[in-house]
């Protein structure tokens, strides 16, 4: 089974994370997205709607600990002589 999600990104997003979520669905750059979606908008409105309605229906990517606990490795200490 397939286990992609299409969920808002909490990492990469510019005010939602929905063209983030998007792209990383279709393993496409973010930035892909996110110019079609203002195209879409500038040429008859209807990116600026798209963008609205997936803001409001996709649930949001969850937290994973590991991404928190990243940073928490042993200490090294370097003692001099």
Aim: charged share 20%; aromatic share 6%.
């Amino acid at each position: 089974m397939n286990d992609k999600r299409l969920v808002r990104s909490r990492d990469d997003k510019m005010l939602f994370g929905v063209c983030a979520g998007l792209a990383h669905y279709l393993n496409i750059d973010p930035v892909i997205v996110r110019l079609v979606m203002a195209l879409l908008t500038l040429w008859n409105g209807i990116g600026l709607l798209a963008y609205v309605v997936l803001a409001l229906i996709m649930p949001q990517e969850p937290a994973v600990a590991a991404k928190a606990n990243a940073f928490d490795e042993e200490e090294i200490v370097i003692k001099g002589s």
